[in-house]
C-alpha cells in the first residue's frame, strides 16, 4: 500500500517536473525537427511515469527532421548537439547521441541540435530541457496504517532513477533503530524484519541506503516508523 502511493507520487511528480521544466519558448517556433530523448536508467515495470535521469546518468537522444509530415533525409546534413550552450558532438546524418548529464548540482539540462542547411539554405535547429532528477529509494513494508504484525515481515526496497539495468546491481545498507540491520535474504533490496518478540504499539524505524557501486554520487536513503499491532 505504502510503496503504491508513493509510486504515485513519483509518476506525478516527474510528470509536473517536466511540464513545469519544459519552456514552450524552448521549440523555436515551427521547428521542424523533432528531438526526443529517454534517460538509461531503472524504474520498477509498473512504473507509469517518464524515467528521469541523474547527475552524470546518460541520456540517449535522436532528432528527426520532418517534411510533409515524413522523416527527410539527413544523410548529407550536418548536425551539431549543444550540451547546456556548449558543443558536444558534430557530424553527417548523427541523428542519435548518447550524453551524460552534468554532474554538477542542476535540475535540468539544455539540449540544442541544430542541422546545418543544405546549399546554402537556412540552419534549423530545436532547444529543449531535459530534467535531471535525484535517484530514489521507496520502502515497500505489508503494513496497514504503518502498523504490522508481531511476526517475520519481508520487507523490499524500490529503487528509482539509478544509472543501472537491474536493481541488484546496487548496494544497500539496511537499518533498524538506528542500528545495522543484518540481511539473510539473499538479495541485498529484501530484507526480513523478525518482529516476532515485539509487544503491542512498541515501534522500529526501518531505514536503508541504497548505493551505485559503479557511481557513488548516486545513492539514496529512506526511513519508516512502524508499530506493532
Known sequence: MIERMM?????????????????????????????????????????????????????TASVDLLIAGKPADLARREIRWFVNNEL??????????????????????????????????SNIERLITIPIASPEVVLDVPSAGGYIPAASIETRAIPYFFSVDDPNELSYEWTANGSRAENESGSGSVITLDATSGTPESSVILGVRAINPAA???SAQASLMLRIR
Do not use: C
Open 216 to 218: 557513488l554520487i548516486e
Open 88 to 121: 558536444y558532438r558534430s557530424g553527417k546524418n548523427l541523428k542519435r547521441v548518447t550524453l551524460q548529464a552534468p554532474i554538477q548540482s542542476s535540475d535540468e539540462m539544455i539540449l540544442k541540435v541544430v542541422v546545418l542547411g543544405s546549399g546554402g539554405g
Open 7 to 59: 509510486n504515485v507520487l513519483i509518476v506525478l511528480v516527474s510528470l509536473i517536473t517536466t511540464l513545469l521544466i519544459y519552456h514552450p519558448s524552448h521549440a523555436q517556433g515551427t521547428s521542424p525537427l523533432v528531438v526526443s530523448w529517454r534517460a538509461n536508467a531503472y524504474a520498477p515495470g509498473r512504473f507509469e511515469g517518464k524515467i528521469l535521469a541523474s547527475r552524470n546518468g546518460s541520456i
